[in-house]
C-alpha cells in the first residue's frame, strides 16, 4: 500500500484506549508522518457539540493536555511506531476554523465513523476543504473512554483497557 506524505487523525483520547490505538495504527500505516491532534486541548476551547453533547463537559475530560500527549506517545512508541514519523499537536476540533494554525491543510484527514457525531466531523472537513478519508464504519464500539473512566471512578480494574503505556500516565497522574 502507497502511504501518504502527511496524515491527520484526531481524538479527545480521555483516556487513550486499545480501539484509539487500532485507529492510530491504522493512520501510522497510510502515512509516512502522522499528526495526531488532541482534540480538547484547553477546557476553554470547547463547544458544546450538538450531537455529541458529553464530549464537552468536565467530567468527560479529566486528562490534561499533556497526560494525553504522553499516552499518544508512549502508545504508539510502545506499538513500534517510530517517533520520527509522529507529530503531536493541539487540535481545537470546537472551533474548525482554527484547524489551519494546529496542522497541515495539505494533508489527508483519517477518520472513523461509529455515530452521528463521525458523520458530523467528516462534513466538517470536508466544508473546510479537507481532504479526507474515511478508514471505517462501524456501529459496534466495543471500548470506549467513558468505559474506561467510569471503571477508574468504580475503582474497578480498569488496566487491560487501555495500552501499558497509557495505565503508566493515568497511575503517574493519580487518577487510577
Known amino acids: 500500500m502507497s502511504r501518504y506524505p502527511v496524515a491527520v487523525i484526531h481524538g479527545r483520547f480521555q483516556p ?3 480501539g484509539h490505538l487500532e ?4 493512520g501510522a500505516e497510510r502515512a509516512e508522518l502522522l499528526v495526531v491532534g488532541i482534540t480538547n486541548p484547553d477546557p476553554t476551547l470547547v463547544a458544546l457539540e450538538e450531537t ?8 468527560s475530560n479529566p486528562f490534561t493536555y499533556y497526560e494525553r500527549y504522553l499516552m499518544v506517545e508512549g502508545a504508539l512508541r510502545d506499538a513500534g511506531v517510530a517517533p520520527e514519523r509522529v507529530r503531536i499537536v493541539p487540535f481545537p476540533h470546537s472551533f474548525p476554523e482554527r484547524l489551519a494554525h494546529y496542522a497541515p491543510r495539505n494533508a489527508v484527514y483519517l477518520l472513523t465513523v461509529y455515530d452521528e457525531w463521525g458523520d458530523t466531523k467528516v462534513d ?15 456501529t459496534d464500539k466495543p471500548i470506549s473512554g467513558s468505559r ?7 475503582g474497578q480494574d480498569w488496566t487491560d483497557l487501555v495500552p501499558p503505556a497509557v495505565a503508566r500516565v493515568i497511575k503517574e497522574a493519580h487518577h487510577g
Request: charged content about 25%.
Open 148 to 154: 474506561v473512566r467510569a471503571a477508574i471512578a468504580a
Open 23 to 26: 485507529y492510530l495504527l491504522a
Open 124 to 138: 466538517r472537513f470536508q466544508r473546510l476543504g479537507l481532504t479526507t478519508e474515511v478508514m471505517w464504519r462501524r
Open 52 to 59: 455529541d453533547p458529553q464530549r464537552g463537559r468536565p467530567e
Open 16 to 18: 487513550l484506549h486499545w
